[in-house]
T-cell receptor, first 113, second 112 residues
């Protein structure tokens, strides 16, 4: 069964901490994405990657960075966590054809205190 | 820029038909997706449209008009388990990859 795995389901961090969210997919997908989901705002794209070491900013990249050193792994980094980054973070992957759907991980609920 | 609009909430009765609309503005259109998301779960794929017209898949159908920037998801014979959020998403094209942008979602409540 195809899988996108996010390392943590729940995470609690303190303001100013550096936070790493990890995502691994086993489908050999080229494209990987990080979204955050907030009530009333839906899924907002933070960053996406279309190949190893390639990345592109989404709509809300401020305060975040990403790393894609291997094809199967896409990491989201919060350099200095702030309370407004408390959110549900969803990782997704897809193949390269235009009709290929996104496969989502189960999400990480991050609370920054 | 890109913008996707859909109603925030809808309520319908078990056994009925409901239509969820989505309007969008985007550059480099490469298809429109509908996803279903139950509370506390990840979104799952429902449908994909890239050409104008209706795509039918069981109880669910999706329609696209590219000239109008408009799509709808039609759910027939509603069941209680259809209570969920329905997300409209548009795939554009940026340098080197496909960017998929989501609307805020429509929460559907199915009542007995």
């Amino acid at each position: 069964d195809v899988k996108v795995t996010q390392s943590s389901r729940y995470l609690v961090k303190r303001t100013g901490e550096k936070v790493f969210l990890e995502c691994v997919q086993d489908m050999d997908h080229e494209n990987m994405f990080w979204y955050r989901q907030d009530p009333g705002l839906g899924l907002r794209l933070i960053y996406f990657s279309y190949d190893v070491k390639m990345k592109e900013k989404g709509d809300i990249p401020e305060g975040y960075s990403v790393s894609r050193e291997k094809k199967e792994r896409f990491s989201l980094i919060l350099e200095s966590a702030s309370t407004n980054q408390t959110s549900m973070y969803l990782c997704a992957s897809s193949g390269t054809a235009t009709n290929e759907k996104l496969f989502f991980g189960s999400g990480t609920q991050l609370s920054v205190l | 820029g890109q913008n996707i609009d859909q109603p925030t909430e809808m309520t319908a009765t078990e056994g009925a038909i409901v239509q969820i609309n989505c309007t969008y503005q985007t550059s480099g259109f490469n298809g429109l997706f509908w996803y279903q998301q139950h509370a506390g779960e990840a979104p799952t794929f429902l449908s994909y449209n890239v050409l104008d017209g209706l795509e039918e898949k069981g109880r669910f159908s999706s329609f696209l008009s590219r000239s109008k920037g408009y799509s709808y998801l039609l759910l027939k014979e509603l069941q209680m388990k259809d209570s969920a959020s329905y997300l409209c998403a548009v795939r554009g094209r940026n340098t080197g990859g496909f960017k998929t942008i989501f609307g805020a979602g429509t929460r559907l409540f199915v009542k007995a």
